[in-house]
């Protein structure tokens, strides 16, 4: 049980200005004295609902602005679904809880308040082949840390408002690694169940004993036990996971105390974000806080409970968020004249050099059996370890960027780990300092698979608490340059493959993660099975599994796939080297926002399996033609999809917008870009199309384009 205030001391008293008593429409809800409200049926019409969300709607799918933004914003996703438990799903991509804009659509649209155990469910139709069954809960055990070398520290249990015990988190502590925590609760016969159910705020009974003093909300159990110990109102959320409902909070005074890290700082803005409009926030910084100390530290040096009340009194509390959006007013164009670039222009930073840049998201699919998995880990490994500059281009190019790097695995379990790292570490350069820079973590044997993305009926589209918890471990890591999630489908517990706001979803998720971290995060994934080969960088995007919101939502696919038994033997017949099945795989950049090399690369598996770049061998400097018109195809239609098409000549020619195309095209003559683009046109690969309201043709698209669809719109300021 959590710790009770030092005898003698009893409740700390605070100066008239630090109370505020709750609000008796609160308190009869605390006492149960409020009758509940009920619920009325509700029809509910996506054209009403979009209107007084001051967006549109296309058949049950309504685009509207988020709270707080502009009205010409569209990241608040509403789906009206007769079988979600409130009748609509709502999903927010600009990083909002999915709680609050939940209430958000409620409050705008007028509808009433929803009751769950009022809920009667219909019978079962098709939507359900979504939902998965439950798991049955699996014993407790903490064996695969204490076999690490770590052990129990510490037990807090978080209870309910009557002090039954609802779960327990245990801390644990390690001689030379990071401390890390683990969850149970009891199983009902004296024993535990792994994990928690629904989360509580930690010391909840004192929360609701005390309704006038404020409460300071911390980063971890052990603070809110210091700040008791000296007669505080104190709490935390579980490893961050707040509650849903934070009834209790409602008009009190809370003030946030941040640890001095990056994950500190992120913890504290949840936690603002999560409780402003609830109660009165006002945030708190320690002065002299050493790195990464927290409020237990500042006491340690010294400090005392009266200059934290005289800190708290001294700040202003944060804005509460009406939801009401800003007036257009705040954004003031003047403020970005171009005269205010001044200098060089930063140059984009390569983890591999001219394919993929750092600090951004992507994704590398392969067809299954082909190896990537392997040739990621081998990235990894000259990431953390310095990559020779002698030795093969992998993916593309060289690495040139060096520190840490995480590769996170459900796939493979520690054995066969072991085994590659030892194949590829043949200097073992794993047992110097720079093996602490390479992390890869076997799910397998490191307690199973975790979910990092799911789907809530309540809540729509989620985060899980595994995936933040690894963002703030990933956070902690100063030098972090590469994060690898292998494969994809594994931990997003999603219908990627149906559903463009799932992939969108998650897109955008790794996208503030990379954002972030200013670390390249990759996601490894599948092709799909074709009947066809694949002959292009055009037709391997294509083969990619998925929604296209999936590949266009990361900045960066690189994909690979096994080259056809004709065309394999004849580069193996080049190579001096004997064919087997599998032997000969390609790859290339098949989408990028911004520069990168498109050239078709040749992959060769050595005796361990690895991948290596064998196209310097058969010449690939100067590329296939076959090669070039693809890298042309992908660089019409992503010029088209960003609504600035190409025109075969005149301003908005390929050749006079030449700067916008891949190396190696640039590097063609007038004539010669001319006849490439004449032999794709001819192929059938690109089209020319007339744009709405103009009778030429004359814009370059994909047969599959906007543009060739008639619905392609030009960026304002493109040439026409």
């Not at 294509?542 to 960066?556: F, H, K, M, N, S």
């Amino acid at each position: 049980m959590p710790p009770t205030p030092t005898v003698g001391e009893g409740p700390r008293r605070f100066p008239p200005q630090w109370r505020k008593p709750l609000p008796q429409s609160q308190l009869s809800i605390l006492r149960g004295t409020e009758p509940p409200m009920n619920n009325t049926a509700v029809q509910l019409d996506p054209r009403q609902i979009a209107q007084s969300l001051g967006g549109t709607a296309r058949g049950n799918q309504i685009s509207a602005p988020a709270p707080g933004h502009s009205r010409k914003d569209r990241s608040l996703s509403v789906r009206i679904d007769p079988s979600a438990p409130e009748g609509f799903v709502v999903n927010g991509f600009a990083g909002e809880d999915p709680l609050g804009l939940r209430d958000y659509v409620r409050t705008k649209a007028g509808l009433p308040d929803w009751e769950p155990q009022r809920r009667v469910h219909t019978a079962p139709t098709s939507h359900l082949r979504l939902v998965k069954t439950a798991e049955p809960p699996k014993p407790f055990t903490d064996y695969h840390l204490t076999r690490q070398g770590y052990a129990h520290a510490a037990t807090y249990d978080y209870v309910d408002g009557s002090g039954e015990v609802l779960f327990e988190v245990l801390r644990y502590e390690h001689p030379t690694e990071p401390k890390t925590f683990t969850q149970r609760r009891p199983d009902g016969n004296g024993g535990w169940f792994a994990g928690r159910g629904d989360s509580v705020l930690y010391r909840l009974p004192e929360i609701l004993a005390n309704t006038t003093d404020p409460i300071f909300v911390v980063e971890g159990e052990k603070d809110a036990d210091r700040l008791a110990s000296f007669g505080f109102l104190a709490t935390t959320p579980p490893q961050g996971a707040w509650p849903d409902d934070l009834s209790v909070l409602a008009g009190r005074k809370i003030y946030v105390l941040a640890d001095n890290d990056v994950p500190g700082e992120r913890k504290a803005a949840a936690a603002i974000e999560r409780l402003t409009g609830i109660a009165t926030v006002t945030r708190v910084d320690l002065p002299g806080l050493p790195d990464r100390g927290d409020v237990s530290d500042w006491f340690d040096a010294g400090r005392t409970a009266e200059e934290l009340v005289a800190l708290c009194i001294d700040a202003a509390p944060l804005p509460a968020n009406d939801n009401t959006p800003p007036s257009e007013s705040a954004l003031s164009i003047f403020d970005w004249t171009v005269d205010r670039f001044v200098g060089a222009a930063p140059p984009v930073e390569y983890l591999v050099d001219g394919v993929i840049p750092t600090g951004v998201p992507g994704m590398v699919s392969a067809a299954g059996d082909t190896g990537k998995s392997y040739a990621l880990l081998e990235l990894h490994r000259r990431v953390a370890f310095g990559s020779n500059q002698f030795a093969a281009p992998i993916f593309g190019g060289r690495v040139v960027a060096e520190g840490t790097s995480v590769m996170i695995t459900s796939e493979d379990d520690a054995n066969e780990v072991h085994r590659r790292v030892a194949a590829l570490d043949e200097r073992e350069q794993r047992y110097t300092a720079a093996g602490k820079r390479m992390i890869i973590v076997p799910l397998p044997s490191a307690g199973g698979a975790r979910a990092f993305w799911r789907e809530d009926r309540k809540r729509g589209l989620l985060e899980t608490d595994d995936f933040r918890s690894i963002c703030d471990q990933l956070l902690s890591i100063s030098d972090l340059r590469l994060v690898t999630f292998d494969p994809l489908a594994s931990f997003a517990h999603l219908p990627l493959n149906e559903d463009p706001t799932a992939g969108q979803f998650v897109c955008s998720s790794l996208a503030r993660l990379a954002s972030e971290t200013k670390a390249t995060v990759l996601v490894a994934h599948h092709m799909r099975k074709s009947k066809a080969p694949i002959e292009t960088l055009s037709d391997a995007r294509e083969a990619i599994r998925g929604t296209t919101a999936l590949v266009d939502g990361l900045r960066l696919a690189y994909a690979m796939w096994p080259a056809d038994e004709a065309r394999a033997k004849r580069i193996c017949k080049s190579l001096g080297i004997g064919h087997e099945p599998n032997k000969i795989v390609l790859g290339g950049v098949v989408k990028a926002n911004g520069a990168a090399r498109r050239i078709m690369s040749i992959y060769a598996r050595n005796e361990t399996g690895l991948l290596i770049d064998r196209s310097s061998g058969l010449g690939a400097s100067a590329p296939a033609q076959g090669d070039l018109r693809a890298a042309l195809v992908v660089s019409v239609e992503a010029a088209a999809a960003a609504g600035a098409p190409f025109t075969k000549t005149g301003a908005s020619g390929l050749f006079e917008l030449r700067e916008r195309l891949p190396e190696e095209l640039r590097r063609m003559g007038k004539a010669r870009l001319d006849a490439l683009a004449a032999d794709a046109l001819e192929r059938g690969d690109i089209v020319r199309v007339a744009a709405r309201g103009e009778k030429t043709a004359k814009w370059l698209d994909v047969p599959t384009g906007m543009f060739a669809a008639g619905i392609g719109t030009f960026t304002a300021g493109m040439p026409r």
